[in-house]
Every structure is written in C-alpha cells, then in structure tokens.
C-alpha cells in the first residue's frame, strides 16, 4: 500500500467522523429548541447527557488529527486539511455547549406560559443548522462557492436576533412580571447566533481550505 493512498484514507476517515459530528450537533440544536417550544423537560434533559457523546468524538478527531500530522508531516493543501478539520470540529463542539445552554434554559423555564410564540427563535434555528449543513457539505466537496453563500445566513440570523430583542425590550418596560422569562430568552436568541457566528468560522475554514487565504466573512 502506497504512503500517499494511505494517508488519503486517513483523510477520508477523519471527515466521515467530522460530518458525524455535526450531524450529532445539529440533532441537540434542533432538540434544545423543540424543548424550548414545546417545553418538554425530558428532551432538554435528553440534549444535556448527549453532550458527552459529542465531547468523547471531538476528543477522538482532535487526537486523530494530531497523529496524522506528527507520522505524516503534511505540507501545502494536506495540511490545511488537516488543520481546518482540528478547527472545525472546535466550531461544532462549541456549537453543542451552546445547545446544551439552551435546554438548560428550557428546565429552567419548565411548564411556564410562554410571553410570547417562539416563531422566531425557530426559523433562527433552522437557519443555524442550515448553515452548518452547507457548510459541511462545502467542506466535503471542496464548494467554495456555496461556503460564502452559507456566510450570508448569518446576516438574517442577526437580523431575526435584533427583531426579537427589540420585542422582548418592550415586554419588559411593559411588565416587570416578564423579566425573567424574557431574559432567558434574550440569552436563547444570543447563544444561537453564536452558533450562527461559529458556523460561519466554519465557511471561512473551507475558503482557507480551497484557496490557501484567509477572509473574512462575519
């Protein structure tokens, strides 16, 4: 077996494992969420004991990654490779914290009526596992293309970030009765456009990947 077709399987292996992750990121998103709205603490909790999971497959890429580059020493697109793989399975494990932020808010929230429909934290959401599908997707194919496309979701989650702020602002000087509540969701709306904001480091990653430079998009 040659060392080249060798260390292409290495390769192949460490995004199959990469692209399971974010598919595990991208389920405790949309449970932290759905937990949120339909206020099932057996969900939110389900979210917090997975995180585990995620944790022991980002220690277990992080070490694959650093034994290919000590026995391999790659040079030039090899080892951007391997480095945008370390930098983004970094991404999708803080993505995961953030979730699990959100089901801890959803206990915290528990049965409690709802100050208002949570419509626009959902399309946040959805936007945010969109992107990070895209994202994977262009880091599979090479698509720089659709890595900058992806980038530009981050502008609508920010746009929806600030829309809800300004409700939930209102809801306060309102009724000092809403405070806690709409707190909590302030932090939801925030920790999703984190998420939002580290799916675009991923987009940025892929460009790096592609044309060896730097740019950024956020």
């Known amino acids: 077996m040659s060392t080249r077709f060798s260390f292409d399987r290495q390769l192949n292996h460490l995004q199959q ?62 080892l951007r490779m391997a480095t945008t793989g370390l930098k983004i399975i970094i991404s999708l494990e803080r993505m995961a914290d953030h979730a699990v932020d959100i089901s801890k808010i959803a206990l915290k929230l528990g049965d409690k009526k709802l100050i208002k429909p949570l419509t626009k934290i959902n399309e946040m959401a959805r936007l945010t596992q969109l992107m990070i599908k895209d994202g994977l997707d262009a880091y599979v194919n090479h698509d720089q293309d659709k890595a900058r496309k992806m980038c530009l979701y981050d502008d609508d989650v920010d746009y929806y970030f600030r829309e809800v702020y300004e409700e939930l602002i209102v809801f306060m000087e309102n009724d000092p009765e809403t405070i806690r ?34 740019e950024e998009m956020n």
């Open 181 to 214: 509540q709409a707190t909590s969701l302030l932090f939801v709306c925030r920790y999703l456009e984190r998420i939002a904001d580290h799916a675009t480091n991923i987009g940025e990653e892929v460009i790096y990947l592609i044309t060896g430079h730097f």
């Open 17 to 78: 494992h990469i692209l399971r992750m974010a598919s595990m990121v991208e389920i405790a998103i949309y449970k932290s969420v759905k937990a949120l709205t339909c206020q099932d603490v057996a969900l939110a909790q389900e979210v917090i004991d997975g995180d585990d999971a995620i944790d022991e497959m980002f220690s277990d890429i992080e070490y694959t990654i650093i034994k290919i580059i000590a026995t391999q020493q790659p040079i030039a697109k090899d």
